[in-house]
DNA sequence: CAATTGGTATGCGTAGTTGCATGAATTGGA
DNA sequence: TCCAATTCATGCAACTACGCATACCAATTG
């Protein structure tokens, strides 16, 4: 194969077969999911790449050049075999069955592994994902899950682990709480306010402690271990909580409170066992989980 | 055509059917003239987003997986295309045959365009290249070039201009005579020193005065209209002189000297005539030209 | 059994690509 | 003939993907 005639770029290619089929660029954008620039940008690269004018610009509509033509001629076919290759990938996922389990904290498995388990549903249909929401960290250990959604590094040689990224949390309240008892300044201002936890009081009012927040676990009026649960409870105005800001995209009836002052960030590992890790069904779950998980959702 | 399923990147594609070839990453990297870490998360991103695990990594080599093999296919069938279409498109540039004329500033005929002429000849052996070595600017009004380079906005409605970048240029100074003279420490102590001319005394002049040099025409000890002669001049010792950075690159013999108080930036404009821009053959030399130019050398 | 070689994974800074917003140009209809 | 609608071009900000440097790992060699 003479891979130096194969380095331009691919997707300019493509590019190319759908102006030509679809006669306009906004056109080949919208079907390719792009926009009109990008697609306007790709054909001139190609241009410039291969040395060839490919399109004449001829007021509003586009016509193919001669060399266009040709060349055209070589991207459809190239079109057609991306197609096939589309689908035997497509039928190969299908063909994917058999159980998975997930290991999550309630609140991931709550707000974030829901859409991405429609999309793995999607891709993989015949696979039986089971979605075990705990906040104990054992699971993993005494195998009764595959794949383990974590906040905390995880120890052990025979895990495969790997870091998605960092996440924040801030403390939030309630806008209708906020605008009953008014907005605090400052930190201090937080002291003896109604607060609620997510599991242990006394964790609560030590991660409180850090930031300068004096309270007994008295002030913790409200207090559940299940996280959407206490996060509900904040949501509807019973004291401050904290929550991932990732959770709070699109919510108008929360607010942050002192975010630049009070900011928690922590890690998401996500981990396996080494061996399960070259199982096809497995390694695609969790390929898919880091994907979607390790972009800002 | 479904548009949907071929919104895959084509790029992972050809990682996918290189590093099936070749055996590694690292082979296939060097092949398409890429990194090994770039081809290892194209394909981990090919994976990801087709739901498919294509390739088992067991300790130094790789194998394909079932999955793989099948999804290879396809893709093999896409790089037989794309590489028909390359073949088409180089064939297609070599029948471009006829005269072009680039008229540039006699600094950029000498230093940079040479290497992209030497590519143009290789993918269009047949053009006949005139080079118009010439300072002034009316060349192209006149039709005694087609394509011109020029620092200076064009104006008039006929002509088609795109501005490919903003060039910077400094004081240079050879190596040798800044050891025998002392290396100016601020712009005050290049008073009274020897300058070498790029044409009009005057105009240098005036230059020099902008960046607080004061000079007289007298210091101006050796002058040329030809800037190549009046930079090998200063090479050689004769005096200051400005010069692009773009055009020292690799060389040892020659200091910028103050290039933080003393810099010039200056407009690099490519123009043709609106009408010359529609021809085959002016436009792939205008696009070769653009592409090659706006990047820096 | 240590050293070396050929290879893959990962963190980080940068350059190139993308999308958005806006301007310019052309066409078809009122 | 003018207006509205559609489409392409361009400037700019943000993000993604790239390359570099390095750590890591397995297999071969002495």
Known sequence: MNWTKLTFDWN???????????????????????????????????????????????????????SGREVLEAARAMAEAGLRLSLVASGQAQALAGPVSISASDMFAHYALP???????????????????????????RR???????????????????????????????????????????????????????????????????????TTESDIRFNSANGAVAWEAVRKGLGFGFMAVDFTRGLTDVEPVLPNEISVKFPIWLVTHRELHTSPRIRLVFDVLAKALEAQP
Chains 1, 2 share one sequence.
């Open 115 to 141: 859409p991405v388990l429609r999309h793995l549903q999607a891709i993989a249909p015949a696979l039986e994902i089971d979605v075990i929401a705990s906040n104990e960290i054992s699971d993993l250990k």
């Open 12 to 66: 300019q290619a493509r590019a190319l077969v759908a102006v030509a089929d679809l006669g306009s660029l906004s056109a080949a954008a919208k079907a390719l999911g792009l926009t009109q620039p990008t697609i306007g940008r790709q054909i001139s690269a190609l241009e410039a790449d291969l040395g060839v004018v490919l399109v004449e610009r001829s007021g509003r509509s586009l016509t193919l050049t001669v």
């Open 144 to 214: 009764e899950a595959d794949i383990a959604i974590r906040h905390v590094r995880p120890t052990g040689s025979e895990l495969y682990a790997r870091l998605l990224r960092e996440a924040t949390a801030h403390l939030y309240a309630a806008r209708s709480y906020l605008d009953q008892i008014g907005r605090p300044g400052s930190v201090a201002e937080l002291t003896g306010k109604n607060f609620v936890g997510f599991g242990k009081r006394a964790e609560m009012v030590q991660y409180l402690e850090m930031y300068g927040i004096s």
